[in-house]
């Protein structure tokens, strides 16, 4: 589960009873009461922000919360002991059952390993080893290599490979979560980064052409759905959805964050073997800030207002119990239900769902 140490909202209890029932409503009344509950911040996108990468892109909502992300790639050799399938393989060729040439196309496939890529997640007030940027990492790779063919675009031979270096930087303070953010910015830089066109052959020491409007595109634009076509041919995105009562919620800011009942992660990418068009690929369940907020103190409680305060702490908890339904606030408890799950999934890769809006969006800026 993800770490909630992320942004503390100082909301008294009385607002965050406020603000619960609100977003509890039919249909969920949000703090901007211009935005649905399937609306997102507005964003302001560029890339090849930075001359020196490979790829690059810049993302900043419009609550401030800004992120860069630069993609650089390198050239390393492979270091790796042959498996047993191709070991029988070698055999096989040796003793004459199959030539040369068949034994060298065979060879190009599924030959990348996740050590290729690594991912670095930087955000202002957190070292390298807190929680937070840990998780993100974590969860940014987890989806970037469950999505497809990523590392075996990074095979060059059996020699040589790319080694991708993704550099993520938060720009500005963690003002609410920002892995959607994070997300959907190392989403733009993938899509630009752009490789040295190969000019050696086989199993030779690379040699790359010098010009770079001859360099191939990471991730190339398909044209149409073949039946060739990979089914996963783009970055993932992550989606964040919370949970409120009944109310899904998509894309929270950090006070509608702070009365969640559950928050999910959900990693997704276009898919042209999908009906809808959409494919998950990973589901994370993140801890919200809302277990960490103080309780409120009933009337029949305080003193003050002429309530009783309990003998004991049994007293308390018990009285406490039977006010869970009243307004006043008391944190949420437990995680989410299964078939809550399956609401948001559902909104999210269902045909014309959030995952469709979102990867489109995104892929409708022009990347060259």
């Known amino acids: 589960m993800a770490p909630s140490q992320h942004v503390q909202v100082n909301l008294s209890p009385a607002e965050l009873s406020y ?32 001359p020196g990468a490979n790829g690059s892109a810049r993302i900043a909502l419009d609550d401030g919360l800004e992120a860069l992300v630069g993609v650089k790639a390198e050239v390393e050799k492979s270091q790796r002991s042959p498996r047993v399938d191709e070991q029988e393989h070698r055999l096989t060729v040796a003793a004459g059952d199959m030539d040369m040439q068949d034994a060298d196309d065979d060879d190009t496939k599924a030959k990348g390993q996740n050590a290729w890529v ?9 070292r390298d080893e807190d929680a937070l940027p840990v998780f993100l990492a974590s969860m940014l790779t987890e989806s970037l290599l469950a999505s497809g063919g990523l590392k075996d675009r990074l095979y060059i031979n059996r020699r040589f490979h790319w080694k991708l270096y993704i550099d993520i930087l938060l720009l500005s303070p963690a003002l609410s979560y920002p892995l959607a953010l994070l997300s959907m910015t190392t989403h733009l830089a993938l899509l630009t980064s752009r490789l040295p066109a190969l000019k050696s052959e086989k199993d030779e020491d690379p040699l790359f052409d010098d010009d770079w409007d001859a360099s191939v595109p990471l991730y190339p634009k398909s044209k149409g759905k073949t039946k060739g076509t990979q089914a996963m041919d783009r970055p993932p995105v992550i989606v964040l959805a919370m949970a409120v009562d ?12 702070a009365v969640a009942d ?27 800030p809302s ?7 009933p009337n029949a409680m305080n003193s003050a207002t002429g309530g009783v305060v309990p003998a004991s702490t049994a007293d308390a908890i018990t009285q406490r119990e039977l006010l869970a339904s009243s307004d006043v606030w008391t944190p949420p408890r437990g995680g989410m ?7 948001i999934v559902k909104a999210v890769v269902e045909k014309g769902g959030v995952a469709e809006e979102v990867i489109q969006a995104l892929q409708s800026i022009d990347v060259g």
Request: aromatic share 4%; hydrophobic share 40%; glycine share 6%.
């Open 118 to 126: 690594e991912m670095s997640v930087e955000i202002p007030g957190f």
């Open 19 to 50: 603000l619960r029932s609100s977003l509890a409503q039919s249909p969920p009344i949000r703090l901007d009461h211009t935005k649905g509950p399937k609306d997102f911040r507005s964003m302001r996108a560029e890339y090849d922000v930075l």
């Open 291 to 297: 277990h960490l907020t103080p309780l409120g103190v």
């Open 262 to 288: 559950a928050v999910l992660a959900v990693a997704c990418t276009d898919s042209t073997s999908s009906p809808s068009g959409a494919q998950v690929i990973a589901i994370r369940t993140i801890d919200p």
């Open 337 to 343: 239900k299964r078939a809550l799950v399956g609401q």
């Open 246 to 257: 009944q109310n899904i919620i998509f894309d929270p800011c950090k006070e509608e964050l």
